[in-house]
C-alpha cells in the first residue's frame, strides 16, 4: 500500500521566515496530494492541495510542489506569522483498489516565534 | 451544510464498557472515514465506506472495533469492549469524487474524545 514519508518532525522558525516542509510517497498511481493544518484541540484543515497534472500550486503565502518524477511534494509558507504555528499533514491518495483512501504523513509541528 | 457532525465529543467510561461514536457526513458525499489520532501513532485510517459499503477495515486494531453504515447520512464506530489503550480523539470525515477529477478533499468532523479509565 501507499506509503508517506514526513520531514522534518519540527520546525521551528522566526516570523517572517520562510517554512518548507518536505513528503515522499511511495505509490505511483497517487494523484492527488492535500496539505492539512491541525491547530492545537481542534480538527484537520485543508489548506491547499495539488493534483498529480500539475507541477506547482499557489495561495497566497502557502505554496506546493510536486515531482512525479521523485514522487516528493513539498509545502513552503512565506512570511510566517504567530498563528501559522501548528501541526502541518501531508497526505497521498491510494490508487487501484484503495482508490479514495488518504494517507496521512507524520506530521511536522511548525513553531513560529513572534 | 453543518459540516462533518459526531457525537458525543467527549465520551469518559470505565475500562470493559460500551462505547458507541456517532457520525453524520455531509450531505451529497459517497466517501466516509473514521480516524484515530493519539500522540503516539498519529492519525490512523481506521475504516472507511464508499456508498455506505466498507471498502477497507485493515486499520481496525481488532475485534472489539467495528463500523456500520447504515444509510448514506450516518455511521457508527463501536468499541466493545473498551480498554484504555483505546484512549484518542475519534474523527469522522467525509468526502466525494468527482467524475473526471477524481477524489477531492475530505471534510473532518471535530472529534470525538473518547478517555477509558
Known amino acids: 500500500g501507499e506509503n508517506v514519508e514526513q520531514h522534518p518532525s519540527t520546525l521551528s522558525v522566526q516570523e517572517g521566515d520562510s517554512a518548507v516542509i518536505k513528503c515522499t510517497y511511495s505509490?505511483?498511481?497517487?494523484?492527488?496530494f492535500p496539505w492539512y493544518k491541525q491547530e492545537l484541540g481542534k480538527r484537520p484543515q485543508l489548506i491547499i492541495d495539488?493534483?498529480?497534472?500539475?507541477g506547482e500550486k499557489k495561495d497566497q503565502r502557502i505554496a506546493v510542489t510536486l515531482n512525479k518524477t521523485a514522487k516528493h511534494f513539498s509545502l513552503h509558507i512565506t512570511e510566517t506569522q504567530p498563528e501559522d504555528s501548528a501541526v502541518y499533514f501531508c497526505?497521498?491518495?491510494?490508487?487501484?483498489?484503495?482508490?479514495?483512501?488518504?494517507?496521512f504523513g507524520q506530521g511536522t509541528i511548525l513553531t513560529v516565534h513572534p | 451544510d453543518a459540516g462533518v457532525i459526531q457525537s458525543p465529543r467527549h465520551e469518559v467510561t470505565e475500562m470493559g464498557q460500551e462505547v458507541t461514536l456517532r457520525c453524520k457526513p455531509i450531505?451529497?458525499?459517497?466517501?466516509l472515514f473514521w480516524y484515530r489520532q493519539t500522540m503516539m501513532r498519529g492519525l490512523e485510517l481506521l475504516i472507511y465506506?464508499?456508498?455506505?459499503?466498507?471498502?477497507?477495515d485493515s486499520g481496525m486494531p481488532e475485534d472489539r472495533f467495528s463500523a456500520k453504515m447504515p444509510n448514506a447520512s450516518f455511521s457508527t464506530l463501536k468499541i466493545q469492549p473498551s480498554e484504555p489503550r483505546d484512549s484518542a480523539v475519534y474523527f469522522c470525515?467525509?468526502?466525494?469524487?468527482?467524475?473526471?477529477?477524481?477524489?477531492?478533499?475530505?471534510?473532518f468532523g471535530p472529534g470525538t474524545r473518547l478517555t477509558v479509565l
Open positions: 470525515a467525509s468526502s466525494w469524487v468527482v467524475a473526471g477529477e477524481g477524489v477531492n478533499e475530505q471534510f
Open positions: 505509490d505511483s498511481a497517487s494523484n492527488y
Open positions: 495539488i493534483r498529480s497534472n500539475v
Open positions: 497526505a497521498a491518495i491510494a490508487g487501484g483498489t484503495s482508490y479514495g483512501k488518504l494517507t
Open positions: 450531505s451529497g458525499h459517497d466517501y
Open positions: 465506506f464508499n456508498n455506505n459499503v466498507p471498502i477497507d
